[in-house]
């Protein structure tokens, strides 16, 4: 398998958009206030940090250029823990 | 990650050395272990959770990631330039992961200051034995992240670079998880 690295304009844009992604999740957070989440902002926490996480493992731990089967593993792992983690803090709201 | 592994199996579908792989599963196990449990303890002590969390300074936990975030896109240049033979470019840029990794300790090392000149410890309450841990056991990460970065820097042959700034975006991608979970999630 060829690994070639992103190109440094790839990463470049890979970290404005976790910045970006970064403020996304301390606003749906509210990070300025105490007030509590609904369970929308909940879920809109979890997606975004897993869209951050899928960033950093496929551009800065080029992931992308291994095999489709090691991509789903990772994505699935890290999609089904956040769900958990969301599902348990959306079900204690009930 | 420009490797090709010759005879690990599957690990040789994946870029760069198969055994940091093996870490990056298993550090992913045990923290998403530990954050699941942590959600449930927020879920069963919704009093001592928020009412704790809410003397945290969430917004300088997410400058904290921003911090890291930057940290490591300049381990991941590290790697491109080396790779393209400039060592010395590839030097600055691993210098200023290091640098801003200091800078996300520096931070941790003000917040717990702060915790602690209010009497606030370990034995406070669950959330803060927890937050303390998970932290902690972060912080640690990033303070080993540190001294890989300096050796590889020292000894900077590809596979060694590719191999700390591994390690370096494993650290980041945890607090990625743990910044939501600890600091906003209530």
């Not at chain 1, 809109?44 to 250029?65: H, P, S």
């Not at chain 2, 942590?38 to 002590?45: D, E, G, I, K, P």
Request: charged share 10%; net charge positive.
């Amino acid at each position: 398998m060829k690994f070639t690295n992103p190109s440094p304009k790839t990463l470049f844009f890979c970290w404005l958009a976790l910045m970006a992604l970064t403020i996304g999740t301390m606003l749906s957070g509210h990070a300025t206030s105490d007030i509590a989440l609904s369970g929308l902002l909940i879920l809109a926490l979890g997606l975004i940090t897993w869209v951050k996480a899928m960033v950093i493992l496929r551009y800065y731990l080029n992931l992308r250029t291994a095999s489709r089967g090691w991509n789903r593993a990772f994505s699935s792992y890290l999609f089904v823990v956040l769900g958990i983690i969301m599902t348990i803090f959306i079900v204690g709201k009930l | 990650m420009s490797k090709v592994q010759d005879d690990w199996g599957a690990l040789s579908r994946l870029p760069g050395n198969p055994m940091m792989w093996v870490l990056i599963w298993s550090e992913l196990v045990v923290f998403g272990v530990s954050f699941i449990g942590f959600a449930v303890a927020h879920v069963l002590h919704p009093e001592i959770f928020i009412s704790s969390q809410n003397h945290l300074n969430r917004f300088l936990g997410g400058v904290n990631t921003m911090v890291l975030i930057t940290s490591g896109l300049c381990a991941a240049l590290a790697v491109t330039a080396r790779q393209n033979g400039k060592r010395r470019l590839m030097r600055l840029w691993l210098g200023a992961a290091v640098v801003l990794g200091c800078v996300f300790l520096w931070v941790k090392f003000l917040e717990y200051g702060e915790k602690f000149s209010q009497g606030i410890g370990l034995e406070t309450n669950m959330f803060y034995t927890l937050y303390f841990l998970l932290t902690g056991f972060h912080a640690f990460h990033v303070v080993f992240g540190i001294i890989i970065l300096i050796i590889v820097g020292w000894k900077d042959s590809v596979e060694n670079i590719e191999i700390g700034t591994t390690f370096w975006h494993m650290v980041d991608l945890i607090w990625i998880i743990l910044f939501p979970l600890i600091y906003l999630l209530r």
